[in-house]
């Protein structure tokens, strides 16, 4: 398929070893986006089939199993990528797993960086880590423009507090976000909270970001996405 520079994916369960489609020459994808993937996919695709020159890669929700393979696509797509959606369907990944396997050192142009699944379900939020957000964040070596997190699950009165709001402030202070144009909070139409209350919240969680006007920014969808009812504040 030397034409193909768009792909995604979602459902593929593929339980074969690949050995059918060995022989093919790398895809040469511009975009590659994959989710709800339990098969031998991203192996088959670190494993060189995936050739360089990704500039978009979203892969979420990633399982516990796939860290080390999100590592390799990473390594491979390099100085080509400029936006990453990433996001941990368990709700956590394994500090150790996480910062010996993920790295964006090789993806030194990387300018977008999008956060997906930063809740989880009211029972299951406070069993599960959500450390990985800041971990990803601290690994960025570019000169990130923009970035976004988005959350499905908030309730009133929501403080947010599964997620370590001072070691992300005190990154975004750092110098490889001294170029960051947006911050947008993305707040699902899902979530149980009024867009006035989840604004105020997050205002207060990221104390130094605020300080830089025009960058924080909160997007509320009051209904499901095909009505394209939405209010943003900032």
């Not at 009133?156 to 070691?167: C, F, K, P, Q, T």
């Not at 209904?223 to 009812?229: A, E, N, Q």
Request: hydrophobic share 40%.
């Amino acid at each position: 398929m030397p034409r193909l520079s768009r792909l995604w994916l979602r459902q593929i369960y593929w339980d074969g070893d690949g050995e059918e489609f060995t022989g093919w020459e790398p895809l040469r994808l511009k975009f590659l986006n994959v989710g709800s993937v339990q098969s031998r996919l991203l192996p088959w695709l670190a494993r060189g089939h995936l050739g360089s020159g990704v500039e978009s890669l979203t892969i979420e929700p990633i399982s516990l199993e796939n860290i080390p393979l999100i590592g390799d696509l990473l390594r491979l797509a390099g100085a080509s990528l400029n936006r990453l959606n990433i996001g941990f369907g368990s709700g956590g990944a394994e500090d150790v797993l996480l910062t010996s396997s993920f790295a964006l050192g090789h993806n030194n142009n990387l300018r977008h960086l999008g956060l997906t699944a930063c809740d989880l379900s009211l029972l299951a939020r406070h069993s599960r880590s959500h450390s990985w957000i800041p971990l990803v964040l601290s690994q960025v070596r570019s000169e990130i423009q923009t970035i976004s997190m988005t959350f499905y699950f908030l309730q009133r009165g929501d403080n947010v507090a599964w997620i370590n709001w001072n070691a992300v402030d005190a990154i975004l202070a750092t110098e490889f976000f001294k170029k960051l144009e947006s911050f947008e909070i993305d707040v699902d139409h899902r979530c149980d909270i009024e867009g006035g209350e989840a604004w105020s919240t997050f205002k207060s969680l990221l104390p130094i970001l605020v300080k830089r006007p025009g960058i924080l920014r909160l997007r509320y969808l009051r209904t499901g996405i095909d009505d394209g009812s939405e209010v943003t504040y900032a």
